[in-house]
C-alpha cells in the first residue's frame, strides 16, 4: 500500500495511468497492437522527458504493482494493472 502511495505521489506519474487506462486514445501513432500494451518509446515522447527519467517514473509503478511490462523483441510495452488499481481504490474508499 505504502509503495502505491509513493507511487502516485508524483503527478507525471498518475497522469502515466491515466494515459494508459485509454491508450488507442493516449497513443494514436503506435503502430504496435495494444494487446502488448504502450511501447516505452511512445510514453517518453509523450511525455517529452529523457529514457532516464522516464525509466525511474515507469520502474516506480512497476514496483507498486500499478503496471506491469511485458519484453517483445527490442521493445517493452507498458499495461496498467487494472486488478490492483481497482483493489486499492475499494481499500481507500473504505479506509477514509
Known amino acids: 500500500m505504502d509503495d502505491i ?4 505521489a508524483h503527478p507525471l ?6 494515459w494508459l487506462k485509454d491508450p488507442q486514445k493516449s497513443f494514436p ?3 504496435h497492437s495494444f494487446e502488448l500494451g504502450v ?4 510514453i517518453v515522447e509523450k ?3 529523457s529514457n532516464s527519467t522516464m ?7 512497476q ?9 517483445v523483441g ?10 490492483l488499481i481497482e483493489k486499492f481504490l475499494k481499500q481507500m474508499n473504505i479506509e477514509l
Open 5 to 8: 502511495i509513493k507511487a502516485l
Open 13 to 18: 506519474r498518475r497522469e502515466i495511468l491515466v
Open 29 to 31: 501513432m503506435q503502430e
Open 39 to 42: 511501447c516505452a518509446g511512445k
Open 47 to 49: 511525455a517529452d522527458l
Open 55 to 61: 525509466s525511474v517514473h515507469l520502474a516506480t509503478l
Open 63 to 71: 514496483k507498486a504493482g500499478l503496471i506491469t511490462s511485458r519484453k
Open 74 to 83: 527490442q521493445w517493452i510495452f507498458y499495461s496498467r494493472n487494472e486488478q
